[in-house]
C-alpha cells in the first residue's frame, strides 16, 4: 500500500513523515467522515491508523460490528 498512496495520495495534505523498506508513514489533515473512513478499511490489514485516538475508535467500532458478522 505504500507505494500505491505515494503514487497516489488520499488528499493533498498527504505527506510522507517516515520511510523505509517495509513501512512507510504518512500524515494528513482531513475532516473524519464516512468517505474517509471506507477508504482506510479498503486498505485491510496493510494500513493502520496510529493516530487521532478518535480514528481508532471509529475504526475499532466498525471492525468489531464486521467481526461479529462472522461469528
Known amino acids: 500500500q505504500g507505494a500505491y498512496l505515494e503514487t497516489l495520495p ?3 495534505s498527504q505527506h510522507v513523515m ?3 523498506a517495509d513501512k512507510i508513514q504518512i ?9 474517509f473512513i471506507s477508504e482506510i478499511l479498503s486498505m ?5 491508523v496510529v493516530e487521532p485516538q478518535i480514528l481508532k475508535d471509529r475504526i ?4 468489531n460490528i464486521l467481526n461479529d458478522y462472522y461469528n
Open 10 to 12: 488520499l488528499h493533498s
Open 18 to 20: 517516515k520511510k523505509n
Open 27 to 35: 500524515g494528513l489533515k482531513v475532516y473524519i467522515t464516512s468517505d
Open 44 to 48: 485491510g490489514k496493510f494500513v493502520k
Open 60 to 63: 475499532k467500532e466498525h471492525l
